[in-house]
């Protein structure tokens, strides 16, 4: 089972940068596909960014351009890579790990069994 501990959240101004990390201490990193989700109070957790076990990323729209996922199998982490920051990025990000081995990765939270405690992005004007 996969165990999941994310790092690198903070506050940056608009335009900023910054860069999540998602160590991943179970057995299957390598084989499985990992995704980025955000939440903000009283929404529903939505996607943001994935990457597939052989290193095919997706994007939702309103990252695209901006954000840029990867993974290092050797350490065990997928990274998140934030630049040209908005206000509206302000959310606790997720890592999470399909369990359920998906052809592709899910966009959605139901495709992922193992997730991260969160980090909090805010990003001020």
């Known amino acids: 089972q996969a165990q999941l501990a994310e790092s690198g959240g903070g506050t940056v101004q608009a335009g900023g940068s910054l860069k999540l990390s998602c160590v991943n201490s179970?057995?299957?990193?390598?084989?499985?596909?990992t995704a980025w989700f955000r939440q903000v109070p009283g929404k529903e957790r939505e996607f943001v960014a994935a990457?597939?076990?052989?290193?095919?990323?997706t994007y939702d729209d309103s990252v695209k351009g901006r954000f840029t996922i990867s993974r290092d199998n050797g350490e065990k982490t997928v990274y998140l890579q934030m630049n040209s920051l908005k206000v509206e990025d302000t959310a606790i990000y997720y890592c999470?790990?399909?369990?359920?081995?998906?052809?592709?990765?899910?966009?959605?939270?139901?495709?992922?069994?193992?997730w991260g405690q969160g980090t909090q992005v805010t990003v001020s004007s």
């Open positions: 990457i597939s076990w052989s290193g095919g990323q």
């Open positions: 179970g057995r299957a990193f390598s084989t499985s596909h």
């Open positions: 999470a790990v399909d369990t359920y081995r998906s052809l592709t990765p899910p966009r959605s939270t139901q495709g992922y069994g193992a």
